[in-house]
């Protein structure tokens, strides 16, 4: 429960605290005294999106603050010692204190903190959804939707119902995901089809001519070596000639060598050192002829292989170079297509088995959510026949004598991410009228009713620890209101229930009463709140009444109001004990 709520500085409530405790709290005020900063201050503990226009004028930022009593094992405690935020224990330790707090700058950003530590506003929405259930007038604007129907259903029917929906979600998502991959590869087969027939064929002709690593830079080398023969040729013939003299000049390298050695072996008589000398000499010769022997060997070949060997390279040239143009630009293109294709290919040719394997898992899990379809459509079914009683029965005492409440479910053509069906809340008004939807057909104070209705019964299968009505009494009045507070009341024994209201009928019957109450001083308008009791608050029933806070016959009604308020909490208290 929310245990109190400090506010500055946000809309024209400038400093207020709101000590809300247990039971049943009914906020009241004039209007424009700032009732509905109270809900927008709650809504930002919840996580709502800040505004920075929701700050006093000429006020730096804005503050809310909140203090919630939660158990000290649970999900909320769990969730907040997660995002790493501390908890006071209270008492015996069984609860502990939780201080929620944000802060939105006139300028800039806001903060958020949870017990302590700085947390994003997804925290205080995971909390908020935890802790507190709000209703305002656009929630039951909302009610009128298909969808927060079948929630309200869904919330009635409790874990039972929420663990099946959750199989049927998870069957669900398996036959979609299965469906979108099978309806992809039908749709694409033709496509991946003749992806298989280029590829094959760029196998084969990959395969065909065999293309080596590097074989495109060695034939080239080769190809320039042969165009260039004649050079080549007479090159290496003048080298020949220089090292065996072939021309009969007389002179030659390897003979300049021979001498030379003879004429350091000469010397080496009178001097050892020269000896060194002639055996380098020896070996120099012994190398020019080496050299003269492939010089001739080298030209032997360029003579008797050149013309066609040449022909041979240029043809392989053009093979590997209408692989680099079709599947290139280079050889490692070439090579690495190769390598995926054989991949890619067998993934393609085994479309059609995947196909077929699909096609059995698609009908095993279509099959499969038609049965969770089924388990979920029988517990909703059940808990919409509960609904409907005890909701009929609430309208009876919120002065609704002859209403109904009917729980359709409708089956759709298609099952849909939350169930088979469509689920209808309709509403007889009065004996003879024809079902209607809550949208079409039902006036606001019914509505609120209806809604009403729908809390009490659903607290009973859903509680959550903390109910928010704003102005829920909207479009009520008389006998119908007093039935409100009652409800209210009989909701606040087993959670914390705060009110917004305009109607002392529902205010009387709160244990704790807070008024907003404006001031200016003719230039800044601000708000406060005080906290009610005694002749003040007679006042305050007096002038929800009449708008005469000194009206004698108004505080009389006031008065017989608040005793039937204190009649309906000491009927309570009874009962408890």
């Not at 400093?15 to 809900?39: H, N, S, Y």
């Not at 036959?175 to 496509?191: C, I, N, P, Q, Y």
């Amino acid at each position: 429960m929310i245990e109190e709520i400090r506010i500055s500085d946000l809309g024209v409530i400038q400093d207020a605290t709101l000590p809300l405790g247990p039971g049943f709290t009914a906020i009241t005020g004039e209007t424009g005294a700032g009732k509905t900063m109270v809900v927008n201050a709650l809504g930002l503990l919840r996580g709502a999106k800040a505004d920075n226009a929701a700050v006093r004028v000429g006020a730096e930022r804005a503050i809310v603050e909140g203090s919630w009593i939660v158990p000290s094992e649970g999900p909320a405690a769990e969730r907040v010692r997660e995002s790493g935020g501390d908890l006071d224990p209270v008492d015996d330790g069984s609860v502990s204190e939780l201080i929620v707090t944000r802060t939105i700058a006139a300028g800039g950003r806001s903060r958020a903190s949870v017990g302590g530590r700085s947390a994003p506003a997804a925290v205080l929405v995971e909390l908020g959804e935890q802790l507190v259930a709000v209703h305002g007038q656009s929630d039951q604007i909302r009610l009128t939707g298909e969808g927060a129907q079948r929630a309200v259903l869904d919330r009635f029917g409790g874990p039972e119902v929420a663990a099946a929906r959750e199989r049927y979600q998870h069957a669900h998502h398996r036959v979609k995901t299965l469906g979108d991959e099978h309806d992809a590869l039908v749709a694409d087969r033709d496509e991946r089809r003749a992806e298989a027939e280029r590829l094959r064929a760029a196998l084969e002709a990959i395969e065909a001519v065999d293309p080596q690593d590097g074989e495109d830079r060695q034939l080239d080398e080769q190809i320039q070596r042969l165009s260039n023969i004649e050079a080549l040729r007479a090159g290496a013939a003048r080298a020949l000639a220089l090292l065996r003299d072939e021309e009969g000049t007389g002179i030659s390298a390897t003979g300049l060598l021979d001498e030379a050695q003879r004429e350091a072996e000469r010397v080496s008589v009178d001097d050892p050192a020269a000896a060194e000398i002639a055996q380098t000499l020896a070996g120099l010769a012994i190398q020019a002829a080496d050299a003269a022997t492939e010089l001739a060997r080298y030209l032997g070949d360029l003579d008797a292989s050149a013309p066609s060997e040449l022909e041979q390279l240029h043809e392989r040239r053009a093979e590997l170079g209408e692989l680099m143009r079709r599947y290139g630009p280079g050889l490692p293109e070439v090579h690495e297509l190769n390598r995926r294709g054989v991949e890619r290919l067998v993934e393609l040719d085994g479309d059609d088995d995947r196909v077929a394997a699909l096609r059995e898992e698609l009908d095993a899990a279509v099959a499969e959510r038609a049965a969770r379809a089924e388990e979920l459509t029988a517990l909703r079914r059940t808990a919409a026949e509960r609904l409907a009683g005890g909701v009929s029965e609430e309208l009876t005492a919120l002065a609704m004598p002859d209403a109904t409440l009917q729980v359709e479910l409708i089956p759709r053509e298609e099952p849909g991410p939350d169930g088979a069906e469509q689920v209808a809340l309709l509403l007889t008004p009065h004996a003879g009228a024809q079902p209607r939807p809550l949208g079409r057909g039902a006036s606001g104070g019914e509505l609120s009713r209806v809604m009403l209705a729908l809390e009490v019964v659903i607290a009973g299968s859903d509680p959550v620890p903390t109910f928010v009505f704003d102005e829920v009494d909207a479009g009520v009045g008389g006998a119908a209101a007093i039935e409100i507070g009652r409800r209210l009341a009989r909701l606040a024994r087993n959670a914390q229930v705060i009110v917004v209201t305009h109607l002392a009928q529902v205010a009387a019957f709160a244990g704790n009463h807070l008024s907003v109450v404006k001031s200016s001083d003719g230039t800044v308008t601000s708000s406060s709140v005080r906290q009610l009791a005694g002749d003040e608050r007679r006042e305050e029933m007096a002038r929800l009444l009449s708008g005469l806070a000194e009206s004698q016959s108004a505080v009389d009604h006031a008065a017989e109001l608040l005793e039937l308020g204190e009649q309906e909490r000491a009927r309570a208290s009874s009962e408890r004990d």
